[in-house]
Structure formats: structure tokens, C-alpha cells
């Protein structure tokens, strides 16, 4: 599908999707981040079924508190507005598409 950037202002867009939705709570300094994006990158240009959302942790801190965000990379599944699945920490792209 495709990577949004997501923030709180568009969040609730999110919610509404019929999809998939990942999210994936990073920052540009955290180098597993940057790792993770090439992963996310490569699933996004594969599966056209899975959103990919992008909150970036120092610019939105409401979400990262809303969410419980502790330590990044995280991410979350969500699927009908709930929170399905979360991990914490870099993953290889098999245990990230498992987790969806």
C-alpha cells in the first residue's frame, strides 16, 4: 500500500481504514529506526493490503504518551481501530509480517 507520515491531527483518519494499519513509532536519530525503515520501505512496495503509518516519537509526544511508547523502534498492529499486536525493538521482516 503505501507509508504515511502520521500525526495527531490525521490519526483518527487512520482509525477508519479497512486495512492493516502498522505503526511504526521511531525517531531519525535511533539507528535500529533507520534499519526498520528499509524493512517497512520493502513491505510497503509488496503488499498493496498493508498501511504503513510513521510517527516520529520527538515531534509527536501526545501519540508516543497516548500509546505508552517507552523505547523505539515500536510497533504496533492495528486492525478495526484496535491494537492488535506490539513489539518493541528491531525485527526481521518475517516476524513483522507474522505479526500483522
Sequence with gaps: ????????????????????????????????????????????????????AKINVDEEQELSEKFGIRSIPTLMVMKNSEITNRVTGMRPKKQILDMI
Design 1 to 52: 500500500m503505501s507509508i504515511i507520515k502520521v500525526n495527531k491531527e490525521n490519526f483518527d483518519l487512520i482509525k477508519q481504514t479497512s486495512s492493516p494499519v502498522l505503526l511504526d513509532f521511531f525517531a531519525p536519530w535511533c539507528g535500529p529506526c533507520r534499519t526498520l525503515s528499509k524493512i517497512l520501505d520493502e513491505i510497503a512496495n509488496e503488499r498493496d493490503d498493508i498501511l504503513i
